[in-house]
């Protein structure tokens, strides 16, 4: 994907310096301004919940939410340890409210501690579709970057959103059950 982004780049630099060369270094240093704001924004959004996030986390929140998830969890995840239905739950958790980049550490987490489990395929493909297609309740991420840009209605995504990933993590945990559950049965 990495040269395909650099393939375009330098396709579009070639083709400005060709046509309007005194164009090119404005537009490349309007670019790079846009993306500082852009990352700068995301960084403060993603801070905040990252915070509220640790915060729960030291109040063992995160864990008495994974004890009310792993009934849900153990069935759908196939692994029984709990700290790894800690690191699934808070994982879910930053989903839900439309964190992916909150969620990535925990993920991570649970991807390493589920190599240990008896269902490791099953279990790290359905965290993989979980986490790409998850839930999300509240995207905070869309709303944010609605709001920086200026959207008379930012909240107005919110059920689209919720409908659209709720469909994509329903169809790809019944192919993630249906393809790899498969497996664990011969």
Same mark, same amino acid.
């Given at each position: ?9 330098? =396709?579009?630099?070639? %083709?400005? &310096? +060709? ?6 270094? !404005? $537009?490349?240093? @309007? ?58 739950? =808070?994982?879910?958790? %930053?989903? &839900? +409210? ?6 990535? !550490? $925990?993920?991570? @987490? ?62 790809? %945990?019944? &192919? ?11």
């Amino acid at each position: 994907m990495n040269v395909l982004f650099a393939l375009v780049f330098l =396709v579009s630099s070639a %083709a400005v &310096l +060709l046509f309007s060369p005194e164009s090119f270094l !404005p $537009a490349l240093l @309007s670019g790079a301004e846009s993306a500082l704001k852009l990352g700068v924004t995301l960084a403060a959004v993603y801070t905040v919940w990252l915070g509220f996030l640790k915060i729960a986390e030291d109040a063992k929140l995160t864990r008495a939410l994974a004890k009310g998830l792993k009934p849900v969890t153990s069935r759908l995840f196939r692994v029984k340890d709990e700290e790894t239905l800690g690191h699934i739950a =808070v994982n879910m958790s %930053a989903n &839900l +409210l439309g964190m992916g980049g909150a969620a990535t !550490p $925990a993920g991570i @987490s649970a991807m390493r501690r589920m190599e240990k489990s008896e269902n490791k395929n099953y279990a790290q493909a359905m965290l993989f579709v979980v986490n790409c297609a998850g839930l999300q309740l509240l995207p905070v991420t869309v709303v944010s970057l609605r709001e920086k840009f200026g959207s008379a209605s930012s909240y107005d995504v919110i059920l689209p959103v919720m409908l659209a990933s709720l469909f994509a993590l329903v169809l790809g %945990a019944a &192919l993630v059950r249906i393809f790899c559950g498969a497996k664990k049965k011969r």
